[in-house]
C-alpha cells in the first residue's frame, strides 16, 4: 500500500511536471522556500522615473488642491454634529447650536429626490420672530399680559403656519412658540440679545419622533 | 468592485464628503443596494445624518434611486462615478484649453454641485469672473450663456435625466438641447467699489433674494458635465500625440481632422469611426495646412500602412476612403502601457522579453532565450519574475493524452486583458496608499499647519491696517526656521503626491478605456 505522493523525506522536491521543460536543470540549487510574507516596503531596485512637470501638471496640481479646498467649504461636506456635552452647562443656553444634524444647508429640488430624505426643519428663529417680536414688544414686562398673548399665538400660529410652510410645521410652532415665551422671560433678565443664540431644546434626534405627539 | 476599488472610493468620499457620506458610501457599496432604514441601521448612524448624506450623494450622481413596488424606495451607489472624482481636474483643465475661462469655471460649478439649473451656473459662473476683473468691469452673462451653449452643443454637458418617479412625458427627448434664456446682465462683485453699480444691483439682488417665489424660466431642467464625452476627447488626445510622435505633425493633424469629422457620427462604443472619404477629408483640414490633394493621399496611404493600424483603409471611393481604428489603438496604446510599466520596474531586458512575447504570443523557454538573445539563466530569472507577477502567464500543451510532464510543451504568454486588469488593479492601490500618505503628513504637521494659517492672518490684517515693517518681521518670526523648513518640506511632499495621483489617474483612464473597449466588442 505505498502511497505515492507521501514521501516526504524522500525524493524531496518532486513536482508533478517535468521540471526540466520549465528550465530548472539538474542540479540547479533552488531559492530557498518563503516562509514569511514578503517584507512591507521591500527594497527598491531601481527608481521611478521623475515626475513630468510642464505647465498643464503644474495648473492641474493647483486645480486639484484648490477642488479640495473649495468642497470642504461646500455645504455638501456633512460635518458630524457636535458631540453631546456629558454635563449640562450653563454656557450651553448661549450657544450658536449649528443645524448641522437636522437640516440641509443648500436647497435641493425636491421634485428630483425621495420624499422620505426630507427632515423636518425647524424653522425657528428666522421668519417667526420677524411677524412676532412686534407683538411682544406690546406687552413685554407683563407676565399676565404674556400668557395671554401666548394663546392669542397659538392661534396666529395655526394662521401664520398654513400660509408659510406646510401643516407639519403647526405643531413644531406651539413647540416653539412656548420657547420663545421663556426667552422673552430671559430677555429681561440679561444684556444679551438672547434672538442670536437658541438653547437647542429641540434640536436634538429625540424631538424628531415626538413632533407628532401634543405638547405638554 | 474589488478592495482596492472600495478602499479607494472610501478615501474619496471622505476627503470630499466628510465621514458620515463615507460611512453611508461604503455601506452602499459593500452591501449593495438597500432602502433607508437598513441603511441607519447598518451604519449606526442618525436617521437625519443619513438622509442629509444620501441628499449629497444624489446631487452628485454618486448614487440613484429606485421606488419600489410596495412604497419604498431602494438606493444605489455608483462606485465607477465616485471614482472619477479624481480625474476632476483633467476634466476642468480640458474645459479651458477648448472653451477659455467661461468654459473652464462652468464645468467646475457643475462638477462642485452636481447638478445647476442653467441660470444658476451662468450667473455664478459671472460673478466669479468678475471678482478677478479690473474695477468697474464685469463679465456679461450673454459671454458665459454662449460659451454654455457651445458646451452643450458638443455634448460636454448634458441635462440630467428625469427623476423616476416622474411621469413618462417629463422624460426630456434631446439630452443637449439649451432652453431658450433671455439672460441679460452682467456678473456681480461680493465688495462692489463702484457706487453706481451699487445701486443698480441692489435693486435686482433684493429681488432675487426675496422672490424666490417667482420660478426662473428653466424650472426643473438641469445639466450635469459629460463625463464620456471629455473621455473620448482623452482618448483621441492620446491617438493624436501616438501618431504625433510615431510619425510626424502632420499625420497626426490628417488623423485628428479625421476624429473631429466623427465625433458626433461615431457611437460612443463603437471600435471604428464611420468611412470617410479623402476628398472630404481634404476639405476638413484646418485652414492653416496648405498641402496638396496629392500629398494628403500619400500621408493616409502612409497611415493605412502602419503595422499599428491606426487607420485602416475601407473602399476606394471618392478617393479612398478611410476609418480610424478606434479600438486597434485603445489596445496598441494600453499595450504601450505595459510595455512601459515592465520597463521601468524590471529593466529593458525582461521589457525586450516581454515585447518579444506579446509580438509572438506563445513561446517556450528556449526559444524565449534564442530569440531575445539572453543567456539562458538570466532568461529564466526574467521569466519567473515576471511569472511571479501575474504579468506572464504559462500555457499548458500536453502532446499525449495522459498529459504526461515530460511530454508537455510549457509555453509562456502575456494575457493582455488579464495583465491590464492586474495592473489597474496596482493602479487603484497606489492612489490609494498616495492618499492616505498625504492624509498621514497633514496629520502630523496639524499643530504647525495650524500656526502657520494664525501667523497668516494676523499678518493679514496688520498689513490691512498698516502696520511697519519691523512690526510685521516680529510677527513672521513666531515660525521659527527649522519651522519654516518643516513646512517647506510638506508642502513639497504634498504637492509631489498630489501630482502623482494625477499621474496615475492617467494610467487608470489609459487601462480602463482598454478594458472597456474589449468588453464591449461581440
Known sequence: LGMAGRGRGRGRGQMTFNVEAVGIGKGDALPPPTLQPSPLFPALERRAVPLPGGEECEYMLALKQELRRAMRGLPYFVKPGAPRRDIERYSDKYQLSSPVDNAIDWNPDWRRLPRELKIRVRRLRKGRTAALVPKQRVALDKEEALKKLESLEKKEEEVTSEEEEEKEEEEEGKEEEEEEYDEEEHEEETDYVLSYFDNGESFGPDSDDNGDEAVY | MTQAELRLCSLLLRENFGEIVEKVGNSLLRTGPRPLRLLVGDTGLLPDQVKKALCVLLQHGLARYEPQPRGAVEYEARGERVLRILRYPRYIYTAKTLYGDPGELLVEELLLHGHLPMSSAVARVADRLTETMEDGKSMDLSEVSATFVRLADTHFIQRCAAPPAAPPEAQAKDRFVVPRLGLVGKGKRRHSCDEEEEG???????????????????????????????????????????????????????????????????????????????????????????????????????????????????????????????HKALVSLATATLESIVEERFGSRCARIFRLLLRKKHLEQKQVEDFAMIPAKEAKDMLYRMLSENLVALQEIPKTPDHAPSRTFYLYTVNVMAAARMLLHRCYKSVANLMERRHHEMRENKRLLEKSQRVEAILASMQATGAEAAQLHEVEEMITGPERQQLENLKRNVNKMDASENQVDETI???EAFIESTMKRP
Open chain 2, 200 to 326: 443698480e444691483h441692489k435693486a435686482k439682488r433684493q429681488k432675487q433674494e426675496g422672490g424666490s417665489s417667482e420660478p426662473p424660466p428653466d424650472d426643473g431642467i438641469y445639466w450635469q458635465v459629460n463625463l464620456e464625452r471629455f473621455h473620448q476627447h482623452f482618448r483621441d488626445q492620446a491617438l493624436v500625440s501616438a501618431v504625433a510622435s510615431r510619425m510626424d505633425q502632420t499625420s497626426s493633424e490628417v488623423v485628428r481632422t479625421m476624429l473631429r469629422m466623427s465625433e458626433v457620427t461615431t457611437a460612443s462604443g463603437a471600435s471604428h469611426t464611420q468611412p470617410l472619404s479623402s476628398n472630404e477629408i481634404f476639405r476638413s483640414l484646418p485652414a492653416g495646412y496648405n498641402i496638396s490633394k496629392a500629398v494628403l493621399d500619400q500621408y493616409l496611404a502612409l497611415l493605412a500602412d502602419d503595422p499599428l493600424e491606426f487607420v485602416g483603409k475601407s473602399g476606394d471611393s471618392g478617393g479612398g476612403t478611410y476609418t480610424v481604428n478606434l
Open chain 2, 509 to 511: 483612464f489609459m487601462l
